[in-house]
T-cell receptor, first 111, second 114 residues
Framework: SQQGEEDPQALSIQEGENATMNCSYKTSINNLQWYRQNSGRGLVHLIL?????REKHSGRLRVTLDTSKKSSSLLITASRAADTASYFCATDQGANSKLTFGKGITLSVRP | DAGITQSPRHKVTETGTPVTLRCHQT?????MYWYRQDPGHGLRLIHYSYGVKDTDKGEVSDGYSVSRSKTEDFLLTLESATSSQTSVYFC?????????????FGPGTRLTVT
């Protein structure tokens, strides 16, 4: 069963705007990760946030984690057309290094 | 890109035939995974390996078997392919370090079962 559920399923914004994507999960986690997938390609790791962290930054990416609400958000600031992709959250429940992926969010950034 | 290759990249096969997909890594990572990706389902774990000859089932393992005789190779076999196994298959690798099991993905294999 799916552990992470992303919201919204699809998002369309104008270049330069910020994109916010949310992920909710059901059980306790060791860490939560976000991945990006360009059309026809494999997933690429973006950022990891540990269960004892509340916020993390990497370039134009900002991730927050609220373990009390079992939710995370990914913010992409000043979006670019090249950010057009699908984004997945994945949770690590500490079981033999396995990750459980959500169904993904499709982000379209219009030039 | 992490050193992960998958072969073949595309395959069309008939129902009932056996199919083997290969994942090869040059990173010497301990963990290897096979996922399938289908519209509306995201990525689902089929099988994974935590060492040579050490494998375990994932969420959707029925109809699939795996083998890992060398650190670098992880094989996924469909003993008798069915149309429901038409999908895109991804291999991934990971290892314990400061990045805590971040996974690196291969380019995928698109399998069509007719």
């Amino acid at each position: 069963s799916q552990q992470g559920e992303e919201d919204p399923q699809a998002l369309s914004i104008q270049e330069g705007e910020n994109a916010t994507m949310n992920c909710s999960y059901k059980t306790s986690i060791n860490n939560l990760q976000w991945y990006r997938q360009n059309s026809g390609r494999g997933l690429v790791h973006l950022i990891l946030i540990r269960s004892n962290e509340r916020e993390k930054h990497s370039g134009r990416l900002r991730v927050t984690l609220d373990t009390s609400k079992k939710s995370s958000s990914l913010l992409i600031t000043a979006s670019r057309a090249a950010d057009t992709a699908s984004y997945f959250c994945a949770t690590d429940q500490g079981a033999n290094s396995k990750l459980t992926f959500g169904k993904g969010i499709t982000l379209s950034v219009r030039p | 890109d992490a050193g992960i290759t998958q072969s073949p990249r595309h395959k069309v096969t008939e129902t009932g035939t056996p199919v083997t997909l290969r994942c090869h890594q040059t990173e010497n990572h301990r963990y290897m995974y096979w996922y399938r990706q289908d519209p509306g389902h995201g990525l689902r774990l089929i099988h994974y390996s935590y060492g040579v000859k050490d494998t375990d089932k994932g969420e959707v393992s029925d109809g699939y078997s795996v083998s890992r005789s060398k650190t670098e190779d992880f094989l996924l076999t469909l003993e008798s392919a069915t149309s429901s196994q038409t999908s895109v298959y991804f291999c991934a690798i990971s290892d314990w370090d400061s990045t805590m099991y971040e996974q690196y993905f291969g380019p995928g294999t698109r399998l069509t079962v007719t």
